[in-house]
Structures are given as C-alpha cells and as structure tokens.
C-alpha cells in the first residue's frame, strides 16, 4: 500500500461516554467503590488511544442519552489498564488505559472511519465494486453490494471469513453512493446496528491500507467459521 492509514495516532486518547460535554471541560476520575478507601485504592478515569474501544465504551455506557466520543487531554501520567495489579480500580468497561488524574475535553468526535476487510490485494485509489462472488452463502451468485463498517473489529472479522488463502486486509474506504444498514446485522435480528455495518450498491474508493491491527484467535474464527457452516446447512442464506 502507497500510503498506510495510521489507525492510533501517537499522543491522540480518546473517552468514550453517554455524558454531554463541551471543550474545556474535565472528566473526573470515578468515585471511590465502596471499601476502596480502606484499602488504599486509587480510583482513575479511563481513556484508550483506539477510537474503536471509545465507540464500544460509549455504546455499553449506562445511561438513556446518546453515546459520545471525545478527544481527551490526560492532565497526568497515563498506564495501562493490564498493568495494574490488586484490580479494583480504576473502573474500566473497555478502554486499556487508564489516568488518576482528570481528562480536558478537546472535541468530540462526529465523524468515523470506515472500513473494509478482505483478503484482495488493493492500492490507493482502487474500487471495490459490486458485482463479486460472495463469501458465504450460495457462490452460484455475484453480490449486488459492497460492505462496509465503522467498526475495525467487523473489518476484521470481515478479511478473516473471506475466501481464499492471501493475507488478510484491512482498508479505509470513502463510499462514492448511498448506504443502508446491513440487514444482515441489524432489524430482527440485532437491535440496531451494533456493528455499524452498511452495504451500497456504488463502489467504495481504497483511501489507505490499516496495518495497526489485532487478529482473532485461531479458535475463534474456526467458532465462527463453523457456525457460518451450520446455517448455511440450515438453508439460512446471508441477505443481498
């Protein structure tokens, strides 16, 4: 690829919250649990410089108000949250870092990336077109779509699933036409669209290459693999 897409910008946090906040303002470490004092621990406020684990984060909030994302500014030292050891403290849903000190909002984040997983070998500016023979279900058939998501995980598990044996890849894609949610993960059967996953039936222009990411287990994609295999034996085709 020409021109890598930096995933995790070095020095750039992200929070992800159902709480509405505006530039300037600071995000308090969490309130002690109850004992904590006692015993000495420290209570922090978490962040992680991965905008997919923000999304997650706001999306599994407690609260009725919409999910947020904001760049922070830690206003102390930042570690790992795997690092601590006595656990306890701080509370952490998904983001792996963690401050004691508070984080100054920035800005909140509106807009996300998309991407798409695959195992074909694409350089900047390429399309990916509809018109291609699909992973799962009936091969007897070309796809009237092409999908996307604004989730780097589903990316991920998008290239993992694709036939063939090159490597898997992750691309950031600009949709030249129109999206609808993908049927597939949304209506009946997810509530919503957890996975932020959509199809359009225009190509999907190549705007960089992801090489900052993490696979799945072998274990987990044969799991997966294999269920795949028992619907399909079911006659449960994916929706194009």
Not at 124 to 150: A, E, H, M
Not at 181 to 192: I, R, V
């Amino acid at each position: 690829m020409d021109q890598p897409f930096d995933l995790q910008q070095k020095n750039t946090f992200y929070h992800g919250t159902r709480s509405e906040l505006k530039p300037g303002d600071r995000i308090e470490p969490y309130c002690p649990l109850p004992g904590d004092e006692k015993k000495g621990l420290k209570t922090g406020v978490t962040l992680t410089p991965n905008l997919d684990e923000a999304i997650w984060d706001a999306e599994i909030a407690i609260g009725e108000h919409p999910s947020r994302v904001y760049l922070v500014d830690p206003m102390g030292e930042v570690g790992k949250v795997a690092d601590l050891r006595g656990g306890g403290s701080p509370i952490n849903l998904s983001m792996s870092y963690y401050s004691y000190e508070p984080l100054r909002v920035v800005a909140e984040v509106t807009n996300w990336p998309f991407y798409h997983g695959t195992k074909a070998d694409l350089k900047l500016g390429d399309l990916i077109k509809p018109g291609q023979i699909p992973n799962f279900g009936n091969k007897d058939r070309t796809s009237t779509y092409v999908y996307l998501t604004c989730r780097l995980d589903a990316a991920i598990w998008g290239a993992e699933l694709a036939t063939g044996a090159a490597p898997c890849r992750i691309y950031a894609v600009r949709p030249t036409g129109s999206l609808e949610n993908d049927p597939n993960l949304t209506n009946t059967k997810f509530h919503g669209n957890p996975t932020q996953s959509f199809r359009s039936r225009e190509p999907l222009e190549i705007l960089g290459e992801v090489t900052d990411w993490r696979g799945h287990s072998p274990e987990a994609i044969k799991a997966m693999k294999e269920g795949l295999s028992r619907l399909e034996q079911l006659g449960i085709d994916p929706i194009d």
